[in-house]
């Protein structure tokens, strides 16, 4: 839907395919396993030998099989949302308040943002690295709190040397994808992401947006899962820490490719913060969708990859939930 809604309104995209590779025999029951998922969800993935892979992607590399998506994309994030603010906004009924954080409910059918309070019949709360804490002022999802993780890339100078997204395949107990060489949309690379652990929710850069309670309790809850261990976390987080460093993100990047100039890695890119909803109950991380609904709301606490490349049939699930409520 996403790739249709691109071309159909002249927006930016690269349909440049993907392809997932193993390292050792290790892999290949996860690949198959990502093949069945696929089909189950009627995603085309074709189960490709080394032949295969050498005609599709010359420069990757990979143990006996891999998986090819040739409907994967690339597409600037910041225009399609652009675009679809710019088509909203026509409709005289629907505005767009910016730089107007939740504070609290301000009674029933009521909420308090920075410098207004809104009315609403129905309320959806899709606040991202901030879900928790609106629907907690709901009473909702009292056993969720959101742990962010930043994600680095690094700019590879090299156009030429992928045609192709290249993956590996991913530990199928972990919420995190692995180090991987994306296509841009306008044809560049990047390597990437880190997934380590940011000190406060919007921990982008330097001291930036910086929250004492945030800290403290980033610090607490990490504390706490290296402590428990759950599925294998300590582990997991010890990798992440590990691919911080920028010569282990590169060496476990180039095991993907045959060839590669290691002079041609460039700056680190402007690093995203991923809303990783923890259980704080079971202290565990979830690792698929969590929505809840509240007193005249749905709350969306876990909107995990590819979040925004299902973004249309996600939302149309959402809208699907309320409806059957026969409240419109």
């Known amino acids: 839907l996403l790739t249709e809604y691109c071309l159909e309104n002249s927006l930016s995209i690269n349909r440049c395919g993907k392809v997932v590779v193993t390292k050792d025999e290790s892999d290949l029951e996860s690949l198959h396993e990502l093949k069945r998922r696929g089909d189950v969800n009627g995603v085309t993935l074709e189960l490709i030998d080394e032949k295969e892979l050498a005609d599709i992607e010359p420069n990757a590399k990979t143990f006996k099989e891999a998986l090819f998506c040739p409907s994967t994309s690339s597409i600037d994030p910041k225009e399609v949302v652009g675009h679809i603010a710019g088509e909203l906004t026509k409709d005289n009924n629907i505005e767009i308040l910016y730089g107007e954080p939740f504070i609290k409910q301000a009674g029933a059918g009521k909420i308090k943002s920075a410098n207004h309070t809104i009315s609403y019949k129905y309320l959806v709360n899709s606040a991202g690295l901030y879900a928790d804490k609106v629907a907690h002022n709901f009473g909702v999802g009292l056993n969720y709190s959101m742990v962010p993780f930043k994600g680095y890339y690094i700019e590879y100078k090299g156009r030429e040397l992928i045609g192709k997204h290249i993956y590996p395949v991913p530990d199928l107990d972990r919420p995190f994808l692995g180090v991987h060489f994306t296509k841009t949309v306008g044809g560049g690379v990047k390597v990437g992401p ?20 945030e800290l403290l309790e980033s610090l607490t809850l990490e504390l706490k899962l290296l402590y428990n261990n759950k599925s294998n976390f300590r582990d997991a987080a010890f990798d992440e820490v590990k691919r911080y460093f920028r010569k282990n993100l590169i060496k ?10 290691f002079t041609q890695f460039g700056d680190y890119l402007k690093p995203g913060i991923r809303a990783q909803l923890l259980d704080t109950d079971k ?7 969590v929505v809840e609904d509240g007193p005249s709301s749905t709350h969306i606490l876990n909107a995990v990859s590819p979040a925004f490349t299902c973004s249309f049939p996600f939302s149309a699930f959402v809208v699907d939930k309320i409806a059957k409520k026969g409240l419109f």
């Open 194 to 213: 880190t997934a380590v652990p940011a000190l406060w929710r919007e921990n982008y850069q330097g001291l930036q947006n910086f929250k004492l309670e």
């Open 283 to 289: 202290m565990a991380l979830e690792m698929d969708f």
């Open 252 to 261: 476990e990047a180039s095991g993907m490719v045959k060839k590669i100039d």
